[in-house]
């Protein structure tokens, strides 16, 4: 424990120190020598050079206007452009209107911190993303967290909160980003509606990757009109920066005079929002590369089911596969051996995941060739 009285520097450094001798001491590191079996570039539109080229026509093209937002939307930094990118992201994602956040960090904090209310009730899935549990904390809504992608848990929860005055309220994942599984999110709808309660889908890694021009899984399953919001991030498979919250008019009304993120953040400059405009306009024509990673994966899990028979992955039909190695050194082990043959792929250990849970989490991308991903599969299995 430490003292008060001791110098800041001490109590910081012993912080650190006790994280090294761990093993969890996290450190900034470039891959870029390495083949890219960790990022969350599903479709290649981070590295794609026609992106790139459309992002530098687009900014020729507004060259006259100011570089910086020099404010938050509700001062100096609203434009035309960027209620016209959100026109725009509306009529894709299907839905009524859209708001655009700095990231997807920013929309969860911000819709989760603002819409539960005292007296009201936040109903979470266990493993939902980090800035969606940070933003249920700064809610002041009673929360209960339900086991994962357990409707009956959820259900016995949401039997109890209808017994209370507020409004209840359903947060999930449609992709959970470490385990790579999807939320069974009709019937979650359906439970939501028998109960009068609200869903909130976090949408992130199903951003570009399902649905007929990647608008997610909400759209691929024909729920727009029944989930409440939805965040879109695109840092991911759309391979830029920022992040809506897509809903109803109204939903966007509050959000711009509650939500605290939006209010008291400088908006994203102008490049930002012309590169957001230009991953979408990609993305309607990206069904080729959808449909390339779907054989990439396909692929991936044959030469698992063949080479690793013995091995423990999480139940993922999506991108993100989780091959469990239990330990924190035995599954560090086993990414240095994988990046030592050229991949870069990480380990990802307790307590960000349970002990016992340690695994090696590999994003499988259009991009990545079938030499790639055959030669991965050897070197797992060489090392397992």
Not at 51 to 72: E, H, K, N, P, Y
Not at 146 to 164: I, K, M, P
Not at 276 to 282: L, M, N, S, V, Y
Request: aromatic letters at 6%.
């Amino acid at each position: 424990m430490l003292l008060p009285s001791q110098p800041i520097s001490s109590a910081l450094s012993q912080r650190l120190d006790l994280r090294r001798e761990a093993g969890l001491l996290r450190q900034l590191r470039t891959a870029d020598n390495l083949v890219d079996f960790c990022s969350n570039d599903y479709l290649g539109l981070a590295r794609s050079p026609a992106l790139r080229a459309a992002i530098q026509q687009a900014d020729a093209d507004w060259a006259t206007v100011r570089t910086g937002a020099t404010g938050s939307r509700l001062l100096a930094g609203q434009t035309d452009l960027a209620n016209e990118v959100e026109q725009e992201l509306a009529q894709l994602y299907k839905t009524e209107t859209a708001l655009i956040f700095n990231s997807g960090y920013d929309a969860n904090i911000g819709l989760l911190a603002c819409l539960p209310q005292a007296g009201d009730t936040l109903l979470t899935d266990e493993l939902i993303h980090a800035s969606m549990i940070d933003g249920a904390r700064l809610s002041y809504a009673t929360r209960q967290r339900f086991r994962h992608n357990d409707l009956a848990h959820l259900e016995t929860l949401l039997r109890s909160a209808a017994e209370s005055a507020g409004q209840v309220f359903v947060a999930v994942e449609s992709l959970y980003s470490m385990d790579g599984d999807l939320a069974p999110l009709r019937a979650l709808t359906n439970l939501c509606e028998q109960y009068g309660a609200v869903l909130l889908v976090d949408e992130a890694h199903a951003t570009g990757v399902y649905g007929p021009n990647g608008e997610g899984l909400v759209v691929a399953l024909g729920l727009q009109e029944r989930v409440f919001a939805r965040v879109h991030t695109f840092g991911k498979a759309l391979g830029v920066h920022g992040a809506a919250v897509v809903g109803s008019a109204l939903l966007r009304d509050y959000l711009i005079n509650f939500a605290r993120p939006f209010i008291y953040s400088t908006a994203l400059p102008p490049h930002s929002l012309l590169a957001i405009r230009c991953a979408h306009k990609q993305l309607r024509i990206q069904s080729a590369s959808r449909q390339q990673l779907q054989d990439r994966l396909r692929l991936f899990r044959q030469l698992v089911t063949d080479q690793l028979p013995g091995s423990t992955w999480t139940d993922s039909l999506s991108p993100i596969q989780c091959l469990i190695v239990p330990g924190n050194e035995q599954a560090r082990r086993v990414a240095q051996q994988a990046q030592g043959a050229g991949f870069d792929v990480r380990a990802i250990l307790s307590p960000t995941v349970p002990v016992g849970q340690e695994r090696l989490r590999i994003c499988i991308h259009a991009f990545n060739t079938e030499t790639e991903i055959t030669r991965l599969v050897e070197i797992l299995a060489g090392h397992l």
